[in-house]
């Protein structure tokens, strides 16, 4: 035992090394992994399947224009019936915590806070926006610019669906009861050739969580909606906010064929980010969602497919 433990010092001190050497990104998350297994293989050339655009709303329960971009964000999904992705970050940024942060004016206070620290690292990789609401249409740059604003999104939207993509995303959540854990096995193969880095992302998504939201009614009055339903909210991630590298060595390259199966594993257990003194939302397992998308280039950062399932 103790040989084993000097060997995998010794292997994470070459790792550090061979790290050091590399141009850093924005931002870099040294967490490994939360991968149960990870395999790949070569198999027979697939069809693509038809391109999965993802929106990523960046929202906060303190800011009275983001249930609108929920509105938009939905609208496109019922419109697009298994063609639009989205997920709700409620990230614990200092640069706009009063939009983000738990309510608690007038008599009126929120049960929850929906904010992350994962999500807050998220979005300083892909780019922050200088407001709320705002969102990411698949990462795509718009002039040096990531973030959109709510008004683009449907135009965004249908360009992007446009778009073939030559990655196919198959789902398989399953949540065990008895052990209150939720594991995913995820499967991504390329029915074209790519020479860029690749990373996967998974997320844990929960609906139908009813806490106040800030909000305009029609003639633009603020209010406290106690009743708010707050939809595909990000919970947690099983890959770091930058994702995690598929491509990693030579004999994982991304050719015609080429299959990874990955998967993970998670006990549900009590939420509280150290940051906050309000409880994050309860988990239930019957508004449970598995979003997983594939980035091309750690610089890009671009959506080439998605996919959303539920878990119950």
Known sequence: ??????????????????????????????????????????????????????????????????????????????????????????????????????????????????????????????????????????????????????????????????????????????????????????TITYTASDTAANYIHVMILQDSIIDVQENQDAVGTTFFDPTYVHNNTLMDMFTSPTGDLLNTSPDRNLVPGRVFKIGYQKTLGARNDSHSAYPQPPWDPKHLSILVFVTEGATTKYVLQSKSVVVQ
């Open 1 to 186: 035992m103790k040989n084993l433990k000097l060997y995998v010092s010794f292997c994470v001190l070459i790792l550090i090394a061979f790290s050091s050497c590399k141009e850093e990104p924005p931002f870099i998350n040294y967490a490994p992994p939360q991968s149960i297994f990870d395999t790949t293989y070569l198999t027979g050339i697939y069809s693509a399947t038809p391109r999965q655009v993802l929106i990523e709303d960046v929202s906060g329960a303190g800011c009275s224009n983001c249930p609108k971009a929920a509105a938009i964000a939905h609208n496109l999904i019922d419109a697009n019936p298994g063609r639009v992705n989205e997920v709700t970050i409620y990230p614990n940024n200092t640069s706009f915590h009063e939009l983000v942060l738990p309510i608690n004016k007038n008599g009126i206070k929120s049960k929850y806070d929906f904010t992350l620290d994962n999500a807050k690292q998220l979005i300083t990789y892909v780019s922050v926006p200088p407001s709320l609401p705002s969102g990411y249409i698949n990462r795509k740059n718009y002039s040096g610019n990531w973030f959109r604003a709510k008004e683009n999104w449907n135009n965004d939207v249908a360009d992007e669906l446009l778009v073939n993509s030559h990655v196919n995303i198959d789902v398989v959540p399953t949540y065990n009861s008895t052990y209150n854990s939720l594991s995913v096995v995820a």
